[in-house]
């Protein structure tokens, strides 16, 4: 009798934009093991397992990654169905390959249940499609916490050919631009950070490309994302035509 | 008394892959217009709304873009709620950023409710994380449809710098291999083909990009995506393992 440990994406932060297969997985939980991002909220499609908070963050109590892992793979060789909530997708920097690895080498059946990433749905939910025709045919999805994640790939890639979404970028922002700026891309291009995305909490800045390193923002603890093309001016777009909407008017020509 | 216009994201094909902000739309629809690439088994949330088929594909009929906006635009301004159903996420290829300005433009309230994209997911399903980490801290999702679209980004990327996810790839494989190689790809990158990805036809090869051109392939007209980065290793690690798993067999250490 085996259990089963579910890497399960919980999505950008909106309990509602968990999968319905995530609220099954959870509902069949006995253990849930989650991170700092995932909403609380989630809590009650198991009210049934144990919940665990195993999430690394700053000033906050964290459980060794080897714990976690001599835990679950005790439980599921037990027969126990364990859920592995993180934030987002597993696989969009949540080491859901590494975790996979490790149960799969321990002999504990694992399976993954994609969910939405705040790399598309953080700058979606402030109006930024990552593609538009005419403005973009690609993204970039680069973590921003450490030079050598980004800069090989910010440093190769052609000024404006793709949309660049940058996660963990808030702190390394002035760096990330200077050196966009130095690899040819037009300080005008438009740039955006999109604060506690899918939250009621959420922040949306709206600039250049230029402006993007001495953006001000308010003082929080909650995760940030950057977008830099041409795709965020559809969000400006979109705001003054709603904008324009709550004034008296008719539409035309229905 | 207005309604609302919902851009939905379905997910990349699985129906557990909703959202449950999605099902709610859907729950709450007067009308859904889908795609070609939405399982049909989403009808069941919505048995009340009409469902009218506006996808786009070959030797099937569909209806013109300009007949959609119209249809959309008059049922919401009468106050129906309307969703429009697209497969994935409806910002990534999806046009969603085109129809929710249409949307505003004719003073009609619209929001977006993001979906688990196939780019990511995909890849996922297969077992192949487009991050890790010592393999990969930045994903790159193009179009391969048209060499205008992936040109010049593919064409400035430095080598191995990026997963390299392409949808709507499968005809145009071979020229984008030998894009990356002409620009100094190993041909020894490890490359997958990822075929129907979240449905029950799903179908992966798994290969390296100097044979990624001459995959062999079964006939399909299932949307296929390629990836390419030494990402696609962790999936055959993965297999290994599991495969072993069938074996009787102790997990130790445990």
């Known amino acids: 009798m085996t259990g089963l440990v579910s890497l399960v994406g919980a999505g950008p932060g909106d309990p509602e934009l968990l999968t319905v297969k995530?609220?099954?997985?959870?509902?069949?939980?006995?253990?849930?093991?989650?991170?700092?991002?995932?909403?609380?909220?989630?809590?009650?499609?198991?009210?049934?397992?144990?919940?665990?908070?195993?999430?690394?963050r700053a000033g906050r109590?964290?459980?060794?990654?080897?714990?976690?892992?001599?835990?679950?793979i005790r439980r599921a060789l037990r027969g126990e169905r364990i859920v592995r909530?993180?934030?987002?997708?597993?696989?969009?920097?949540?080491?859901?390959?590494?975790?996979?690895?490790?149960r799969a080498a321990a002999g504990v059946p694992v399976e993954i249940v994609p969910g939405v990433s705040a790399a598309v749905a953080g700058p979606a939910l402030s109006g930024i499609p990552v593609t538009h025709r005419g403005l973009a045919?690609?993204?970039?999805?680069?973590?921003?916490?450490?030079?050598?994640?980004?800069?090989?790939?910010?440093?190769?890639?052609a000024p404006q050919a793709a949309t660049v979404v940058v996660l963990m970028g808030l702190a390394t922002r002035a760096r990330l631009a200077a050196l966009l700026l130095?690899?040819?891309?037009?300080?005008?291009?438009?740039?955006?950070?999109?604060?506690?995305?899918?939250?009621?909490?959420?922040?949306?800045?709206?600039?250049?490309?230029?402006?993007?390193?001495?953006?001000?923002?308010?003082?929080?603890e909650a995760p940030g994302l950057l977008v830099i093309g041409d795709v965020v001016q559809v969000s400006a777009q979109l705001e003054e035509m709603l904008s324009n909407q709550s004034q008296p008017q008719r539409a035309t020509g229905v």
Chains 1, 2 share one sequence.
Request: net charge negative; hydrophobic share 50%.
């Open 85 to 102: 909530l993180k934030s987002g997708d597993p696989f969009v920097f949540g080491r859901g390959g590494e975790e996979a690895l490790a």
């Open 182 to 220: 130095a690899r040819g891309w037009a300080g005008a291009t438009p740039a955006a950070i999109v604060l506690a995305a899918a939250t009621a909490d959420s922040h949306t800045w709206r600039g250049t490309l230029a402006d993007l390193g001495n953006a001000p923002l308010p003082e929080t």
């Open 137 to 157: 045919s690609a993204f970039l999805v680069v973590s921003g916490h450490a030079e050598s994640a980004y800069l090989p790939v910010l440093g190769s890639l």
């Open 22 to 56: 995530a609220v099954k997985r959870l509902q069949e939980a006995d253990l849930v093991l989650y991170d700092a991002l995932v909403d609380r909220a989630a809590l009650q499609h198991a009210p049934q397992a144990r919940w665990a908070y195993v999430g690394k």
């Open 61 to 72: 109590h964290s459980i060794a990654q080897e714990t976690i892992e001599r835990v679950m």
